[in-house]
Nanobody, 119 residues
Framework: QVQLVESGGGLVQAGGSLRLSCSASGSIVSINRMGWYRQAPGKQRELVATITSGGNTDYADSVKDRFTISMDNVNNMVDLQMNSLRPEDTDVYYC?????????????WGKGTLVTVSS
């Protein structure tokens, strides 16, 4: 069993910054990719940013040049530094991890952390 625990959400004014962190623990053999997705009520979950264990990153166009994703391969953690936040960044942010556990390769999700950006 693998658990993903997110932290760092909260309320911030437009133009401000927040840093989200996600820690993976449990029966982990290796991690292929970690990332962040976000979802607003009534909408589909969308990709924000992902990073592979080799350091390759992918960002949604809406967050490029504002958000930076980083991964700590030793401690199985992924961070998302969010700068120049906008009200439209308000969402629940979910950590995602593509993990090889002791039985198979699986996708895991955290429970989500709320980010609210006020105008």
């Amino acid at each position: 069993q693998v658990q993903l625990v997110e932290s760092g959400g909260g309320l911030v004014q437009a133009g401000g910054s927040l840093r989200l962190s996600c820690s993976a623990s449990g029966s982990i053999v290796s991690i292929n990719r970690m990332g962040w997705y976000r979802q607003a009520p009534g909408k589909q979950r969308e990709l924000v940013a992902t990073i592979t264990s080799g350091g390759n990153t992918d960002y949604a166009d809406s967050v490029k040049d504002r958000f930076t994703i980083s991964m700590d391969n030793v401690n199985n953690m992924v961070d998302l530094q969010m700068n120049s936040l906008r009200p439209e960044d308000t969402d629940v942010y979910y950590c995602n991890a593509d993990i090889n556990d002791y039985r198979m390769r699986r996708m895991y999700w955290g429970k989500g952390t709320l980010v609210t950006v006020s105008s």
